[in-house]
T-cell receptor, first 111, second 113 residues
């Protein structure tokens, strides 16, 4: 059974701080990794994808991947109250297999 | 460029009725995925389709549920004889051939009374 694990939170950080969200996965064959943001009552929104070991930066977001440790993380710099949402980690084994989602981490940014 | 479209956004059905959920992928996208999300639960994969083909339906219940993506028109997820446990948000996502990023539609909230 392929699993993606996330701490459910809530993770509370003060405005302006760095929020660190973590995710582990069980399938060593996983190749593609995604972070989605989901506001309450809304649909998931893709914010980052990462395919190789190391860091990938996009604005205030940095995704980090360590395939040896089966670990992927998302850093949000200068956190804003509008970043308060549930962040979903998703893992893809290969092109024609389904995305496997974690249950998400609820982030709360306190003004 | 319009995003993934789903309709209806909200659907109320009585037990035993049929529910039909529609999804139009983004322009240029020919791969469609259906997911279900129960309150306080994660997203669960149901089915992956390409035009006129079901690629993977491993997440779909064997009875009462079916999906199609015809050559023309939207993808349809059909639930026959709905039960209260079918109440959930159903999301459709689409992707381009050769690309792994999936983009989600706004979802259909199904309530079974």
């Amino acid at each position: 059974q392929k699993e993606v694990e996330q701490n459910s939170g809530p993770l509370s950080v003060p405005e302006g701080a760095i929020a660190s969200l973590n995710c582990t996965y069980s399938d060593r064959g996983s190749q593609s990794f995604f972070w989605y943001r989901q506001y309450s009552g809304k649909s998931p929104e893709l914010i980052m994808s990462i395919y190789s070991n190391g860091d990938k930066e996009d604005g205030r977001f940095t995704a980090q991947l360590n395939k040896a440790s089966q670990y992927v993380s998302l850093l949000i710099r200068d956190s804003q109250p509008s970043d308060s949402a549930t962040y979903l980690c998703a893992v893809l084994n290969s092109g024609n297999t389904p995305l496997v989602f974690g249950k998400g981490t609820r982030l709360s940014v306190i003004a | 460029n319009a995003g993934v479209m789903q309709n209806p956004r909200h659907l109320v059905r009585r037990r035993g009725q049929e529910a039909r959920l529609r999804c139009s992928p983004m322009k240029g996208h020919s791969h469609v995925y259906w997911y279900r999300q129960l309150p306080e639960e994660g997203l669960k994969f149901m089915v992956y389709l390409q035009k006129e083909n079901i690629i993977d339906e491993s997440g779909m219940p064997k009875e009462r549920f079916s999906a199609e993506f015809p050559k023309e028109g939207p993808s349809i997820l059909r639930i026959q004889q709905v039960v209260r446990g079918d109440s959930a948000a159903y999301f459709c996502a689409s992707s381009r051939p050769g690309f792994y990023e999936q983009y989600f539609g706004p979802g259909t909230r199904l309530t079974v009374t």
